[in-house]
């Protein structure tokens, strides 16, 4: 009936090729080595991701970097922008469009940007930064090891703030007024009223955000893949960079499905915490 | 607000507004510099302008080709995901059976699945059937984030439209099937319209599943992109100029959605 078509679909795009890939998780699958054709391998690749694969807990290790800084500075910065808006009321739908722009546009393009911007020699953003002192003369900001993932991760919260904005004021207008009435007429101060009142209320607008910021930054790639490649040598080599390279470069394929497998897995888990705290406590489930 | 306060506050945002734009201001001034400009070694912000750049790229590079992959590849994506998922979303709406809301949360991690766990067995895939390089293969890849932004975004449009209309419809004479196809979707159309712009711009800056799929034939102009990017003499005005090409039809289309941005971003939680 109405439902067929795209589960159909679904199943057979989706569904069937992850299980497919599940299956070559274990084996020997690679274009790049004769001989490996994909035999049996059983937990093998599994053992090794766990025990012998000290690059992929590195890559794990940045990317847990990467989304706790990137989601809490992007939350704090969205949060504090949202709030701006909501009492600015004249102009506040074009502002908030222009605000949007850096989101929608294609995450490659935004990689090329600041690529322009953060070149060594040319770059504007590297001129005016040296001029007032900030950086020292010969210092790159996506060469040096030390501070290139920090760069990074801020062209990230370039990128993403305006989400924080556009979800938090969507929350911010949907308030009711009743309650910010009685408690100013209890004597609350704003600090108070923000505490006691705002925050709790929009407690399922934050929890969504938090969330759909998380899985997002978790699944980056194609701006730091532009930005640096995942260089200076491993330093900003993200999971879904490293599970790329593994794949697509190393052609080992048998290896790339088992990494796969545990990038989608964490995205999973997230994604039904995602769908119980978000879903579940507005009670559209059982709508 | 006291009067210090509100000029504070209108400061900030105008800073705000500084800080998001002037990076898209430069690529597009990149992309009409010369050499020599582009190259300064302390940023120009006044300069000739020159189109050189723009025919230069798509003409003798052969860059125009993109462009028409990327318009077909997200044009029928949209359409693929609409005709396909509509249906499924009225479904969601209206009827109630066993397994729904499973179903439904298996539409959402479709949606929230890493690109780079997908691409690898569609890859094995499309390698095996023989669909590599070709616009078909990307399309289908598209259309499986899509149906699901599809979905669960109509889903919401059509909990928005008051069952009596339906029994109403009935009253009238209506089939199930006419009550949808009548009365349903021109009512929905709106919501419709919103959704298409949002996937075809989902589809226009999609980047992984292009740069594993198509190689030459069908590649799109996210894909251009790294082409020209290279570790020395990068020609910065025609990357910018592609750049350009890729980016301004979605300024555009962000003015045109920007009411139902809230809703398509969280999968229908938040309505805005």
């Known amino acids: ?287 | 607000m006291t009067r210090p306060w509100r000029m504070a506050a209108l400061a900030a945002l105008i800073a705000v507004l500084v800080i998001a734009l002037t990076p898209y201001l430069w690529l597009f001034m990149t992309s009409i510099k010369t050499r020599i400009d582009a190259l300064a070694d302390a940023p120009v912000w006044a300069f000739t302008p020159t189109l050189e750049h723009y025919p230069k790229v798509f003409l003798d590079k052969g860059y125009l080709p993109l462009v028409f992959n990327s318009l077909i590849v997200a044009s029928v994506t949209t359409a693929l995901s609409l005709v396909i998922g509509v249906p499924a979303a009225y479904a969601f709406a209206r009827y109630n059976f066993v397994g729904k809301e499973d179903l439904f949360f298996f539409f959402l991690t479709t949606r929230m699945a890493p690109p780079i766990s997908v691409v690898v067995p569609m890859f094995l895939l499309f390698g095996y059937v023989g669909l590599i390089d070709t616009r078909t293969s990307l399309i289908l890849a598209h259309t499986t984030f899509n149906l699901s932004l599809v979905v669960w975004m109509m889903r919401g449009f059509f909990d928005d439209i008051p069952r009596e209309i339906d029994e109403a419809g009935q009253m009238d004479g209506h089939t199930r099937a006419g009550v949808f196809f009548r009365i349903l979707l021109p009512l929905a159309a709106p919501g419709i319209a919103a959704t298409a712009v949002l996937c075809f711009m989902l589809s226009w800056n999609e980047f992984l599943y292009a740069f594993i799929l198509v190689a030459f034939e069908g590649r799109t102009l996210t894909v251009g992109i790294p082409g020209l990017v290279t570790p020395h003499g990068t020609l910065w005005g025609q990357v910018a100029a592609v750049a350009v090409v890729a980016t301004l039809p979605i300024i555009l289309f962000t003015f045109l959605v920007q009411r139902h941005l809230v809703r398509g971003l969280t999968f229908g939680a938040v309505k805005g």
């Open chain 1, 1 to 287: 009936m109405f439902l067929t078509p795209s589960v159909v679909l679904l199943v057979v795009l989706l569904l069937g090729p992850f299980i497919y890939m599940v299956g070559v998780s274990f084996t020997d699958l690679n274009y790049a080595l004769p001989g490996r054709d994909g035999s049996f391998l059983g937990f093998d690749n599994y053992r090794r991701l766990m025990r012998d694969d000290p690059v992929f807990w590195e890559s794990f290790r940045t990317t847990l970097v990467f989304v706790l800084g990137v989601v809490s500075t992007e939350f704090i910065l969205g949060f504090a922008i949202a709030l701006l808006l909501f009492h600015q009321m004249q102009r506040r739908r074009i502002v908030l469009t222009l605000l949007l722009i850096p989101m929608m546009l294609a995450p490659v393009a935004v990689g090329l940007m600041w690529k322009l911007m953060l070149q060594g020699e040319f770059g504007m953003l590297t001129y005016y930064l040296r001029e007032i002192g900030l950086i020292g003369p010969q210092t790159a900001l996506l060469g040096d090891h030390r501070i290139v993932l920090w760069t990074v991760m801020a062209t990230d919260v370039w990128e993403w703030t305006p989400f924080v904005t556009l979800v938090v004021l969507a929350g911010l207008l949907s308030l009711p007024r009743e309650p910010f009435e009685a408690a100013i007429m209890d004597g609350a101060n704003r600090w108070q009223v923000f505490r006691d009142i705002t925050v709790p209320l929009l407690r399922p607008i934050i929890a969504l955000v938090l969330l759909l910021r998380a899985i997002d930054a978790f699944k980056e790639f194609d701006k730091v893949f532009i930005l640096t490649g995942g260089g200076p040598g491993n330093t900003t080599e993200l999971l879904s960079i490293y599970t790329w390279r593994v794949n697509f470069r190393n052609w080992d394929l048998g290896y790339g499905a088992t990494c796969a497998f545990m990038v989608y897995l964490v995205v999973l888990i997230l994604c039904a915490v995602f769908y119980k705290a978000v879903y579940w406590t507005e009670g559209r489930v059982q709508k």
